[in-house]
């Protein structure tokens, strides 16, 4: 799926744009259903009525939610059909082999499992339609009565696969109607391009490093090495997370819509709560809409707010993946929100910047080897490692990383802060025009230099597709 949306990026986009604005306004969201049934079907040909069904089943259902505007009971079991029949398809196709292979090893049964293949971004499509439902229900927005319209909204190409998670009150207005001009066109196509050259040259080439290290013996490295692999790993899935929800968003922008921003420089962060509000910002958005606030938020009193935060955070952990590793990295970061909540938050704003961004960022890289490393056995495994249980503190395999990774190394850190986005500012506020005349040029070098990786490449992993 990986080459293949790339493919469909470079050979058909042109065309989907060339035809978005050749016809008239309103075959436009007839281009973007087509091109998104397309571009999903690429890479899913069968799976690709799954994710039809869930649209329909919402849609339908927000039509009977209005319909039965003064019947509650009507109206709340239109909603329970959508919620379950979302949550159902997420079951069967996500966490069936996850649940059957639980129970087995717990009763000691032997339930087939059924080991169904994955459908790309099915929790990104359920949640974003679901969404429209929920808030139906609530009365946030008004039915969309249009079915081209509304699967125009969820077969949106840009972010149909890996996000953001863009919620139908975010785009209700655009979807009917829309303005694109030539300064979003051009915004976007930056915005794209920052995304491309975050994948491809940063990702990726960061990525070796964590896929080389990854299969080695943990109980051998050394110290330097599993900190070296860790780190690039740390790198790799925020470039390449960032990476495409930009290119989402600048896509988005070039067929005149405005997207939600998903990542905040998050490494900069000086708390986890912090840095929750900054990664995957849809994502934690929608939870804290759709799960903490109906189960009462922090309006209860302590012991119910940390009961609520567990809760939000097992299933942000289980969201990402159909594994113990998976819900033990939410709960991690639940117990170190609800910690700091209590008191350790307010120490941590008066630490030194440097100290608290440090502590911050060495808890989420702990954090990153639940999240990759595949069984919790492995898992204590490369923790060790990185505490000195392979025996040596620095090797050749760590000097020869190190010599190898230094630049990349230097541009990731460079680049996932703010100090980038200061620079490039800095640099527009003293040479505006001098910039706004090489912008082009420096565009087009970025797409020639990626399109030349691509091409080279056989190391291309999308991280979040497998969501």
Not at 29 to 54: D, H, K, Q, R
Not at 61 to 79: E, M, P, Q, S, V
Not at 216 to 239: E, H, N, P, R
Not at 364 to 369: D, E, M, Q, S
Request: charged content about 15%; hydrophobic content about 50%.
């Amino acid at each position: 799926m990986v080459f293949s949306s790339l493919t469909f990026l470079y050979f058909f986009l042109p065309i989907v744009m060339i035809l978005y604005f050749a016809l008239p306004d309103k075959f436009r969201n007839v281009i973007i259903l087509i091109s998104g049934l397309l571009f999903y079907a690429w890479g899913e040909p069968v799976y690709v009525l799954i994710m039809i069904l869930s649209t329909v089943i919402d849609y339908t259902a927000g039509r009977l939610i209005h319909y039965f505007d003064n019947n509650n009971k009507k109206r709340t079991a239109c909603l329970l059909v959508s919620v379950i029949m979302n949550l159902g398809l997420l079951a069967v196709f996500k966490y069936s082999s996850f649940i059957i292979t639980s129970v087995n090893g717990i009763f000691g049964w032997d339930i087939p499992d059924p080991k169904l293949p994955l459908p790309i971004g099915i929790s990104f499509y359920t949640f974003q339609s679901m969404s429209y439902t929920i808030d139906m229900y609530m009365r946030n927005i008004k039915v969309q009565k249009n079915i081209i319209s509304f699967t125009s909204y969820v077969t949106l190409f840009p972010q149909i696969v890996a996000g953001p998670i863009v919620r139908y009150e975010d785009v209700a207005k655009e979807i009917d109607s829309r303005t694109v001009t030539v300064s979003k066109v051009s915004s976007g196509i930056g915005i794209f391009l920052k995304g491309l050259a975050k994948k491809v040259l940063l990702a990726n080439n960061i990525g070796l490093v964590w896929t080389s290290i990854k299969a080695m013996d943990y109980g051998k490295i050394s110290v330097v090495t599993a900190w070296l692999g860790i780190l690039a790993f740390t790198f790799q899935i925020y470039f390449d997370f960032s990476g495409y929800s930009d290119m989402a968003i600048g896509l988005g922008k070039m067929l005149g819509f405005n997207f939600p921003q998903n990542f905040n420089h998050p490494y900069i962060s000086r708390s986890i709560s912090e840095f929750w509000r900054r990664w995957h910002i849809t994502l934690g958005s929608w939870f804290r809409s759709y799960v903490y606030i109906p189960l009462g938020g922090n309006r209860n009193g302590t012991a119910k707010t940390i009961r609520n935060l567990l809760i939000v955070w097992a299933l942000t952990g289980l969201w990402h993946g159909a594994s113990w590793n998976f819900i033990l990295w939410g709960l991690y970061f639940g117990v170190l929100i609800i910690i700091e909540r209590l008191g350790w938050g307010k120490i941590l704003e008066k630490l030194p910047p440097i100290v608290s961004t440090l502590y911050t960022f060495i808890l989420v890289v702990f954090g990153w080897v639940l999240f990759d490393v595949s069984t919790l056995p492995k898992v204590f495994d490369y923790f060790k490692a990185m505490f000195g249980a392979g025996g040596a503190f620095f090797d050749s395999t760590a000097k020869y990383t190190l010599i190898s990774n230094f630049i990349v190394f230097a541009v990731c850190i460079f680049a996932s802060t703010d100090l980038y986005s200061k620079t490039v500012e800095k640099l527009k506020s003293k040479n505006k025009k001098l910039i706004e005349y090489t912008a082009p040029a420096i565009q087009l070098a970025v797409l020639l230099i990626c399109t030349a990786y691509l091409v080279d490449a056989t190391y291309n992993p999308f991280l979040y597709f497998r969501f």
